[in-house]
């Protein structure tokens, strides 16, 4: 069993910034990537941003250069979200793969304010 926990969420201004954090515990063995993923209402659910064991991450355009992800160790990772609008506005998701074993968090509040 792999837990993911979201932290960080939030309500700013349009322009401002908010941390998100997730840590994962449990059967954890070998992490292939972990990323964040968000769902706005009405909207399906969509990949923000991802980093993989190796490092290497990528990006969806409408975040590149605002957001910023990265691992602070093999089971926590962070997304540093700059410079955030209104339709950045979601319920945001942590997300590990394992084994090809896809797990999810329960996911965290992101509304900004116009």
């Known amino acids: 069993q792999v837990q993911l926990v979201e932290s960080g969420g939030g309500l700013v201004q349009a322009g401002g910034s908010l941390r998100l954090s997730c840590a994962a515990s449990?059967?954890?063995?070998?992490?292939?990537?972990m990323g964040w993923y968000r769902q706005a209402p009405g909207k399906q659910r969509e990949l923000v941003a991802t980093i993989t064991s190796g490092g290497n991450t990528n990006y969806t355009d409408s975040v590149k250069g605002r957001f910023t992800i990265s691992r602070n160790n093999a089971k926590k990772i962070n997304l540093q979200m700059n410079s955030l609008k209104p339709e950045d506005t979601a319920v945001y998701y942590c997300?590990?793969?394992?084994?090809?074993?896809?797990?999810w968090g329960q996911g965290t509040q992101v509304t900004v304010s116009s």
């Open positions: 449990g059967s954890i063995f070998s992490i292939q990537a």
């Open positions: 997300n590990l793969v394992q084994w090809g074993i896809t797990y």
